[in-house]
């Protein structure tokens, strides 16, 4: 198979390709930031708390999980930096850490209902 010339255009086009990709160490945490989402507990506990802040004790109820399998499940969410922890007496609460984190489930919602 031949090589193909590249012509002015499409070498312009590779070097502003090249220049604007990530760092290695960015893809990684990229897709290390996927990886979380891949696991389908964890896509409910997030979706349950874009309805609002739950504790641990609501997150459980309301996907019938056990409150230790939620907890595990939201320290790997929490050193993500995905939700936030916020204590209120004895409970702690949880929420989304940021308003990205929140966008970027809607926009997930949003991308599977429309396949």
């Not at 086009?13 to 989402?37: D, G, H």
């Not at 922890?85 to 409970?91: I, N, V």
């Amino acid at each position: 198979m031949a090589k193909r010339e590249l012509t002015d255009d499409a070498s312009a086009l590779i070097e502003q390709v090249r220049e604007a990709l990530p760092s290695f160490e960015t893809t990684e945490r990229i897709a290390e930031f996927f990886k979380l989402l891949g696991d389908p507990t964890r896509v409910r506990i997030l979706a349950a708390l874009a309805e609002g802040e739950l504790c641990v004790s609501d997150l459980a109820s309301a996907l019938g999980m056990e409150r230790t399998a939620v907890s595990h499940q939201l320290r790997i969410l929490r050193s993500a930096r995905l939700v936030r922890a916020r204590r209120d007496g004895k409970m702690i609460c949880y929420s989304f850490d940021d308003d990205h984190v929140d966008g970027l489930f809607r926009l997930a919602k949003e991308h599977i209902a429309e396949a």
